[in-house]
C-alpha cells in the first residue's frame, strides 16, 4: 500500500510555519516542510521525536522562480508561510514586498506542476488550525479569510497578565500602568472565520500564560536552572 502523500509547509521553521505543521502532525499527516537553513529543521525534528517519522525538510534558497518546484512534487496540499518578516525593514519595498511576492509566485507555480490540484489561497494569519482547515474544506477555495480573535489587546495586557499569574515575573517584568484601558483603535473582524471553520479562538489571557510558560521553561533550561 502507498504512503499518503505530503502535505508541503513553506517557512515552517516559523512562528505560523511551525504551528501548521505541529497542526499536521496532530491529524496524522506526513508533512514535508522547506527552510532556507538545514539546521533549523533538524532542531524541528529532533524536537518533534514520536513525529520525525512523517516530518522531512527540503533545503530551499531565498525566493526565486523555480524554489519550490522540488519540494512541490507529488504533494496534495501547500502551506505557504515563508515570507521577510522583521519589525523594520531599511527599504520594505526591496527587502520585504518584492520577495514576498516571489516567494507567492514561486509557490502558486510550483503547486500548478501537479495536474490534478487546484491551488488554495487563504490569507496568512495566526491560526494554523485555520490554514489547515482551509485544505480539507472545498467551499473555502478561492476565498479569503481574516483570521483574528476579538479581543483587543496592549502590552500594559501582557504585563498586567503575566505579573498577575507568575510570581517569578514580578521582579522581572515592569509594573507600566497596572489595569490601564487598552485605548481606543480599530479592531479585525474575524468572526466570519470563525464561524466557517469553527474556530475557537483562545482568550487573550490563555495566549500569554501559555507563552510566557514556554519562554520560563526555555530560560530555565538554556540556563540549567
Ligand atoms: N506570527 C504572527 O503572529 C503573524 C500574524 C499575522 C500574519 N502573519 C504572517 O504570516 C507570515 C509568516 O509569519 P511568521 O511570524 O511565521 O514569520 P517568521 O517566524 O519570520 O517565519 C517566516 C519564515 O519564512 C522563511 N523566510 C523568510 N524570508 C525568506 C526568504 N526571503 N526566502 C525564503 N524563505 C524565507 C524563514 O524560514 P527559513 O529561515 O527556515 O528559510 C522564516 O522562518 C508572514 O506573512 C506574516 O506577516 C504572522
Redesign the pocket.
Known sequence: MSLPRFKLV????????AHVVDELLRRGHRVRA????IA??EEMRRTRPTAADRLEFVL????AAG?FDEAARGVDGIFH?????ATTFENPEQDAII??IE?VKAVLSAATQEPDRTPIWVD???LAYAHVEALFKPEAGGRRFLVSAPEKFSHQLVADITRREFDWARDIVRMGEEGKPLPPSFKYDGETAGRFFGIEYRSFRECIIDAMRQFREISQRESGE
Open positions: 513553506t517557512g515552517a521553521t516559523g512562528c505560523v510555519g522547506t527552510t532556507r537553513s533549523k529543521g530551499v534558497g531565498n525566493f524554489c508561510c515563508a515570507a521577510p518578516v520577495p514576498a516567494g496568512v494569519r495566526d
